[in-house]
């Protein structure tokens, strides 16, 4: 089975702090992607990477930054973190070639 | 773009209760379609999916038909369990990424 981990379920931060969420999948999937979920919004596409280094923003951005070093791990950065920021953030990864993505557990973060 | 659009919840439903979720989509080609579930306190499963037109996707007693002329994808089940309780997300795939709708909170009562 494919394993999707995030490093943590829960994370509180305070307004300004630099944030890293962490995403690590066991599959050797090419595709990694970070979303984040809000109610009645559904999920949305912060940002893709299809191959380590390389990385495309998705439809919202603005305020994220992501890493690929390693092709297992997906890292999303919140430069300074803002209370319009708290959400559930959900990590997947997918095979070139094939659309099924698999989905993370999550991690809820408040920005106080 | 491409987009999602499926019934706003939430849904309360009996034991043994018939479930349909309807969903339709925008796109501009022939975009693969998804059904992921989302239980209490867990991430994303995929549910069921359909590649093309006239496809039906099947999983766990839940059914969708691909329907090109309609445009739609609209989940069904005959008879759901208090453990169908969930979050239902219709989504479509042109290439690798997934637009989703907003999700449909489904309870079902004893």
């Known amino acids: 089975d494919v394993k999707v981990t995030q490093s943590s379920r829960y994370l509180v931060k305070r307004t300004g702090e630099k944030v890293f969420l962490e995403c690590v999948q066991d599959?050797?999937?090419?595709?990694m992607f970070w979303y984040r979920q809000d109610p009645g919004l559904g999920l949305r596409l912060i940002y893709f990477s299809y191959d380590v280094k390389m990385k495309e923003k998705g439809d919202i951005p603005e305020g994220y930054s992501v890493s690929r070093e390693k092709k297992e791990r997906f890292s999303l950065i919140l430069e300074s973190a803002s209370t319009n920021q708290t959400s559930m953030y959900l990590c997947a990864s997918s095979l070139t070639g094939r659309f099924e993505q698999y989905f993370g557990p999550g991690t809820r973060l408040t920005v106080t | 773009g491409d987009s999602v659009t499926q019934m706003e919840g939430p849904v309360t439903l009996s034991e043994e209760a018939f479930l349909t979720i309807n969903c339709t989509y925008t796109?501009?080609?022939?975009?693969?379609l998804f059904w992921y579930v989302q239980y209490p306190g867990e991430g994303l499963q995929l549910l069921l999916k359909a590649t093309k037109a006239d496809d039906k996707g099947s999983n766990k007693g839940f059914e969708a038909t691909y329907r090109k002329e309609t445009t739609s994808f609209h989940l069904e089940k005959g008879s759901v369990q208090v453990s169908d309780s969930a979050v239902y997300f219709c989504?479509?795939?042109?290439?690798?990424?997934?637009?989703f709708g907003a999700g449909t909170t489904v309870t079902v009562r004893a």
């Open positions: 599959m050797d999937h090419e595709n």
């Open positions: 989504a479509l795939s042109p290439d690798y990424k997934l637009s």
């Open positions: 796109a501009t080609g022939y975009p693969s």
